[in-house]
């Protein structure tokens, strides 16, 4: 097992000669009292599509929300070590969180449109960052967003319809394109498909194999298949601390450690 | 090892390595079978060696069928998928075995006990070591033991050199008379036979440590057969 800088073994293919987009160092995370993150670091790569993968509770979801400071909003919730983004430390007290959420967008586990009009739900972020300068913007924004969501078609003749009304699936595309809408470089995913069926979830998939062409990709997920398919890279997270990180093909055909193994192949572990 | 937590998964795993381990020892019974008649000369050990080849492809089917319902209901994963995968291809080398086997005993009723006397023991001993490679690779697929399978990878060198020196006798015989070429020639696919049986042993071998350490063998097997190449010069004093 070859261990590369950062102190985690890496899967023999090294992934280290792509372009880092985040790069984290001695991250810990303590909600209270209680240690949820240990040391993490790792380097989340340009137009690549990584997944975190572990047991509930490993720190996972924690570790995606500290790449835009969801977790500032959490009282108790205290943040130690160093995040860049393109180099510059997120967590400086220069950076305007705002801000950084529109360049590092997110994505629910379950969809969560905004309780107003198709069309109102893509325009709103554009708005309040001042990106839109008249209706003809607005109405290219609502097309371009909603056409590399894979959801134009669908619902190009009811723009003015609520959100809440469409499927499980439409929903969450429309939540990817209203994260898209603000021309984010990053889209992060915390169990995208969750509560979506399979060919609502095929059609995601889908859709996150095409947007890793223009953003980068973090994505949470719970299903070990799903990890195989969409991502490029794996990070295995157990009691708050990353196993093993490396090229997904590798994780999941001949992982190094044998916490991954038996995680990813159903055993007690 | 730990357990996976659906039993039932748990069991399908070992269904498949039972099944393996059955095959294995029939298609070693079957080689021992056809070798034993060619000495012997006993055509009705050949018979039923033959018709004992039924078995082992039914078994074959069997195993490919339950490894794609594993696969398909299961998605194994690392380790569990290499092991399925694997499964598949042990069971597709044995069911050559079986054939190798049962073409040796066809052989037995056309060469009717004229192997000549010199002959005899390299054929033993080419059948022995082949049996007990066979034998090896499939303890260490029980024992999923990597070194043991690559011992028996290395010793496939050896049923080489054998195949080889029985080549070129048997060359010898048909040069001196041609009423040897039609006993020789079934002889000489016999040998090869055995020979091709080393190299599905090999092939087992190659699978085990893939199965076990997730690494192909990649190194260049040590091969003696070279018969391929060999050439014959008439000699203008022979008697033919």
């Given at each position: 097992?070859?261990?590369?800088?950062?102190?985690?073994?890496?899967?023999?293919?090294?992934?280290?000669?792509?372009?880092?987009?985040?790069?984290?160092?001695?991250?810990?995370?303590?909600?209270?009292?209680?240690?949820?993150?240990?040391?993490?670091?790792?380097?989340?790569?340009?137009?690549?599509?990584?997944?975190?993968?572990?047991?509930?509770?490993?720190?996972?979801?924690?570790?995606?929300?500290?790449?835009?400071?969801?977790?500032?909003?959490?009282?108790?919730?205290?943040?130690?070590?160093?995040?860049?983004?393109?180099?510059?430390?997120?967590?400086?007290?220069?950076?305007?969180?705002?801000?950084l959420?529109?360049?590092?967008?997110?994505?629910?586990?379950?969809?969560?449109?905004?309780p107003?009009?198709?069309?109102?739900?893509?325009?709103?972020?554009?708005?309040?960052?001042?990106?839109?300068?008249?209706?003809?913007?607005?109405?290219?924004?609502?097309?371009?967003?909603?056409?590399?969501?894979?959801?134009?078609?669908?619902?190009?003749?009811?723009?003015?319809?609520?959100?809440?009304?469409?499927?499980?699936?439409?929903?969450?595309?429309?939540?990817?394109?209203?994260?898209?809408?603000?021309?984010?470089e990053v889209?992060?995913?915390d169990e995208?498909?969750s509560?979506?069926?399979?060919?609502?979830?095929?059609?995601?998939?889908?859709?996150?194999?095409?947007?890793?062409?223009?953003?980068?990709?973090?994505?949470?997920?719970?299903?070990?298949?799903?990890?195989?398919?969409?991502?490029?890279?794996?990070?295995?997270?157990?009691?708050?601390k990353?196993?093993?990180?490396?090229?997904?093909d590798?994780?999941?055909?001949?992982?190094?450690n044998?916490?991954?193994?038996?995680?990813?192949?159903?055993?007690?572990g | 090892?730990?357990?996976?937590?659906?039993?039932?998964?748990?069991?399908?795993?070992?269904?498949?390595?039972?099944?393996?381990?059955?095959?294995?020892?029939?298609?070693?019974?079957?080689?021992?079978?056809?070798?034993?008649?060619?000495?012997?000369?006993?055509?009705?050990?050949?018979?039923?060696?033959?018709?004992?080849d039924?078995?082992?492809?039914?078994?074959?089917?069997?195993?490919?069928?339950?490894?794609?319902?594993?696969?398909?209901?299961?998605?194994?994963?690392?380790?569990?998928?290499?092991?399925?995968?694997?499964?598949?291809?042990?069971?597709?080398?044995?069911?050559r075995?079986?054939?190798?086997?049962?073409?040796?005993?066809?052989r037995?009723?056309?060469?009717?006990?004229?192997?000549?006397?010199?002959?005899?023991?390299?054929?033993?001993?080419?059948?022995?070591?082949?049996?007990?490679?066979?034998?090896?690779?499939?303890?260490?697929?029980?024992s999923?033991?990597?070194?043991?399978?690559?011992r028996?990878?290395?010793?496939?060198?050896d049923?080489?050199?054998?195949?080889?020196?029985?080549?070129?006798?048997?060359?010898?015989?048909?040069?001196?008379?041609?009423?040897?070429?039609?006993?020789?020639?079934?002889?000489?696919?016999?040998?090869?036979?055995?020979?091709?049986?080393?190299?599905?042993?090999?092939n087992?071998?190659?699978n085990?440590?893939?199965?076990?350490?997730?690494v192909?063998?990649?190194e260049?097997?040590?091969?003696?057969?070279?018969?391929?190449t060999?050439?014959?010069?008439?000699?203008?004093?022979?008697?033919?």
């Amino acid at each position: 097992m070859s261990v590369q800088k950062t102190g985690v073994p890496m899967s023999e293919k090294q992934i280290s000669s792509q372009v880092g987009k985040f790069t984290s160092r001695g991250v810990d995370v303590y909600y209270g009292d209680k240690q949820a993150l240990f040391g993490i670091d790792i380097d989340i790569m340009e137009n690549k599509v990584t997944s975190l993968i572990g047991p509930s509770g490993c720190g996972k979801s924690t570790f995606l929300r500290c790449l835009n400071r969801m977790n500032d909003v959490i009282d108790i919730c205290r943040f130690e070590g160093e995040i860049l983004l393109d180099g510059q430390d997120i967590y400086a007290s220069e950076i305007d969180v705002v801000e950084l959420r529109a360049r590092v967008g997110m994505v629910f586990q379950k969809p969560n449109p905004f309780p107003k009009s198709i069309y109102e739900n893509i325009v709103y972020g554009p708005r309040i960052h001042g990106m839109i300068d008249g209706r003809s913007d607005a109405d290219e924004i609502v097309e371009t967003s909603l056409k590399r969501a894979g959801l134009w078609n669908e619902v190009k003749d009811r723009l003015n319809e609520p959100g809440t009304g469409l499927s499980g699936g439409q929903q969450q595309r429309l939540c990817i394109a209203r994260a898209i809408a603000v021309n984010p470089e990053v889209i992060l995913m915390d169990e995208p498909c969750s509560a979506l069926d399979p060919i609502a979830t095929a059609i995601i998939e889908e859709l996150i194999d095409e947007l890793k062409e223009n953003f980068t990709i973090v994505i949470v997920t719970h299903s070990m298949q799903q990890a195989a398919r969409v991502s490029q890279n794996t990070a295995f997270f157990h009691l708050g601390k990353i196993i093993e990180f490396g090229e997904t093909d590798q994780i999941f055909t001949n992982p190094r450690n044998q916490q991954t193994q038996d995680y990813i192949t159903g055993r007690y572990g | 090892m730990q357990k996976h937590i659906v039993t039932a998964f748990e069991d399908d795993l070992k269904a498949l390595s039972h099944k393996i381990s059955k095959m294995g020892g029939l298609a070693e019974e079957q080689l021992a079978m056809s070798i034993k008649a060619l000495e012997t000369n006993d055509f009705e050990l050949a018979k039923k060696t033959i018709a004992a080849d039924k078995v082992i492809d039914e078994l074959e089917l069997d195993i490919e069928e339950r490894a794609i319902l594993v696969i398909a209901k299961r998605q194994p994963m690392a380790l569990d998928l290499r092991r399925v995968i694997v499964t598949i291809r042990i069971s597709s080398d044995l069911e050559r075995i079986g054939d190798l086997a049962k073409n040796i005993a066809k052989r037995v009723i056309a060469i009717d006990g004229q192997t000549p006397k010199s002959l005899v023991s390299g054929f033993h001993a080419m059948s022995e070591l082949a049996q007990k490679l066979l034998k090896d690779v499939l303890d260490a697929f029980a024992s999923e033991d990597v070194e043991k399978a690559v011992r028996v990878w290395r010793k496939d060198e050896d049923l080489d050199a054998l195949y080889n020196s029985i080549f070129r006798e048997l060359l010898t015989y048909m040069m001196e008379d041609t009423r040897n070429i039609s006993f020789c020639t079934h002889l000489l696919f016999g040998a090869k036979n055995i020979e091709r049986i080393g190299d599905h042993a090999t092939n087992i071998a190659e699978n085990i440590h893939y199965m076990v350490t997730g690494v192909l063998l990649t190194e260049e097997r040590p091969k003696m057969d070279n018969t391929s190449t060999s050439k014959f010069d008439f000699d203008e004093n022979s008697n033919i």
